[in-house]
């Protein structure tokens, strides 16, 4: 699977930002997708993830609330919605996705990823 993610840029804090991330190569509906980033000097954390169906989302305490992820199988393509963005929320956004999603598995599972697009958020 190739995964491009798109959308990042600048806004200030309490904006809103739509993350997209197009997929190719192989039959999307058969990976959980999920979406990571990584803030200047810091580890990669996990956002949050969306089942196969789409029917069910799962979000880190640091962003639930705020981020809403969605999907369409039809299009290939995983959304990442950005609401009451913070400056914390800096940071380069990535999409992965894996066949299956698991907390404690490596890299949460997740086998493809794409090249990160950067958010900036400005106090």
């Known amino acids: 699977v190739q995964l491009q993610a798109s959308g990042g840029g600048l806004v200030q804090a309490g904006g809103s930002l739509r993350l997209s991330c197009s997929a190719s190569g192989r039959t999307f509906s058969n990976y959980v997708l999920a979406w990571f980033r990584q803030a200047p000097g810091k580890e990669r954390e996990f956002v949050g993830y969306i089942s196969r169906s789409g029917d069910y989302a799962y979000y880190a305490d640091s962003v639930k609330g705020r981020f809403t992820i969605s999907r369409d199988n039809a299009k290939n393509t995983v959304w990442l919605q950005m609401n009451s963005l913070k400056p914390e929320d800096t940071a380069v956004y990535y999409c992965?996705?894996?066949?299956?999603?698991?907390?404690?598995?490596?890299?949460?599972?997740?086998?493809?990823w794409g090249k990160g697009t950067l958010v900036t958020v400005s106090s």
């Open positions: 992965a996705a894996g066949l299956v999603y698991g907390s404690t598995r490596t890299d949460y599972g997740m086998n493809y």
